[in-house]
Structures are given as C-alpha cells and as structure tokens.
C-alpha cells in the first residue's frame, strides 16, 4: 500500500465516496451532497493550509482517503474505505500509515482527535489498535486522542 496526497484530480474519487450510503451513515453529517457544492468543498479544502488530504492505493487501485483538518496544534482525522475494500484490514493499515507519514511532518500538532458514532464499531476497534485513548463519551459520539 502506498499513501500519496490528495489531488484535484480525485475529486470524483472523493465525491464518490462521500456519497457513499454506508460513509454517510456513519458520518455526522449524513445528508449527500451535490456535485457543485462537493467541487468547491473539495478545492477549499485542497486549497487550505489547515487541511491535508490523503489517498491509499494498492497498486493501481484506490482503497481509501484520510483527511486531517487542523486548528490549534490540534488535528480531527476523518476517513473513509472504498465499499469493495472494507472488512480486509485495509483501514488500519491505511490510518497507520498516514498518521506516521502526518505526524512526521506536521510537528507543531500535538494531539490528534477522532470522532466516533457509537453504532460505528469497526472504525472504535482500529483507533483502539492504533493507541487512541477514548477520552469522552456524549450523544452517543465517542471521542477518541492520540497525543504526538
């Protein structure tokens, strides 16, 4: 598996996966979003000093992206595995990765957060793995840190 950064070549990709029926379950926000507002979100975002977008591939195959938004030596992860790949372990592999290639070249972030729906068992079992600490528990969302 490698990890490159995202670019404004995979907005579909991103859009796509967005969109997902089972993404958007699990996402807080769980309305799916159209095209246009989705192309300028994902440009703002590429855009940004404070966002880092990232994409797993195995070979040539798109597996996953992890973004990071970050604010106050602080960064949220948020990802995402392609519905063909889910349930392989690619999840894991892919958060674990990115975070060593982030945490190597974001040093001013300290903690990193992630946010959890309860119901969403797989993604709390693979921040559990990867030494995030759950550090609250409120409205049925988990959240989880891992100090740097």
Do not use: P
């Amino acid at each position: 598996m490698i990890i490159r950064l995202a670019n404004i070549n995979d907005c579909r990709l991103y859009f796509d996966w967005f969109n997902d029926s089972t993404v958007r379950q699990n996402a807080f926000t769980e309305n799916k979003v159209d095209w246009q507002a989705h192309k300028q979100w994902f440009k703002d975002k590429l855009d940004s000093h404070n966002s880092y977008l990232y994409i797993a591939q195995e070979g040539d195959i798109d597996i996953g992206q992890v973004r990071f938004d970050c604010a106050n030596k602080k960064a949220t992860v948020d990802y995402s595995i392609d519905s063909r790949y889910r349930n392989l372990g690619f999840g894991k592999m892919m958060l674990e990765m990115v975070l060593d290639n982030f945490a190597r070249a974001k040093t001013d972030i300290e903690v990193i957060v992630a946010q959890v729906k309860e119901e969403n068992v797989a993604s709390s079992i693979i921040f559990t793995k990867l030494n995030f600490t759950k550090s609250s528990e409120e409205d049925r969302v988990i959240t989880y840190t891992l100090s740097l």
